[in-house]
């Protein structure tokens, strides 16, 4: 059973687009959050959600727009696509803020052209 | 309190021991863990230490906490080819982990 996971895997697509990435962690956590890591293997949280809702929110371009539907649920949609968007994005999920364990899943490439 | 750094490489011979160093800023981190990333995979849980704690020993790996100091290692005892990756130091620090740069591990037959 997969923990946490991550759709698409890879992504390709041209700049100017706007693209969606969907994760989904199946361990009833409440906590959910979005890194990027970038060409040079560095990460940075982006956002978390705690029961749905927003509790980080970094410098990121609002071009960024995280959705919750639901606890188990943390969506990435992206307006608008540069090339400087091309990384892998990482999900990752925790029972609830101030709990040791964060489990992440297994990243999604997003390339744009 | 967002600076945690880490060396970018090291390469170790198969068999010895491995030792991963890595400082952070914030000395009021709850948490502190090492992540190992295979190429191409995700981020991996390895091992994480409470900060009241100095030392964690789990199989092959120890985990050191010096907080006097703000210094985290790992050790990976009999160092194996599977255990080439990337290892992520990270704090957890405003109910968010920040990483360091990850140290990529090189191990040599």
């Known amino acids: 059973d997969t923990a946490v996971s991550q759709t698409p895997k890879y992504l390709v697509t041209q700049m100017g687009n706007d693209k969606s990435i969907k994760c989904e962690q199946n361990?009833?956590?409440?906590?959910m959050y979005w890194y990027k890591q970038d060409s040079k293997k560095f990460l940075k949280i982006m956002f978390s959600?705690?029961?749905?809702?927003?509790?980080i929110n970094e410098t990121v371009p609002n071009r960024f727009s995280p959705k919750s539907p639901d606890k188990a649920h943390l969506n990435l949609h992206i307006n608008s696509l540069e090339l400087g968007d091309s990384a892998v994005y990482f999900c990752a999920s925790r029972e609830r803020v101030g709990v040791s364990e964060q489990y992440f899943g297994p990243g999604t490439r997003l390339t744009v052209t | 309190g967002e600076d945690v750094e880490q060396s970018l490489f090291l390469s170790v011979r198969e068999g010895d021991s491995s030792v991963i160093n890595c400082t952070y800023t914030?000395?009021?981190?709850?948490?502190l863990y090492w992540y190992k990333q295979e190429p191409g995979a995700g981020l991996q849980l390895l091992t994480y230490?409470?900060?009241?704690?100095d030392m964690k020993q789990d199989q092959r790996l120890t985990v050191l906490l010096n907080k006097k100091d703000k210094h985290l290692s790992l050790r990976i005892a009999d160092t194996q080819t599977g255990d080439s990756a990337i290892y992520f130091c990270?704090?957890?620090?405003?109910?968010?982990?920040?990483f360091g740069a990850g140290t990529t591990v090189t191990v040599r037959a």
């Open positions: 230490i409470f900060s009241n704690m």
């Open positions: 361990l009833g956590h409440d906590t």
């Open positions: 914030d000395s009021s981190s709850t948490y």
């Open positions: 990270a704090e957890n620090y405003d109910y968010k982990l920040s």
């Open positions: 959600y705690n029961n749905k809702e927003l509790i």
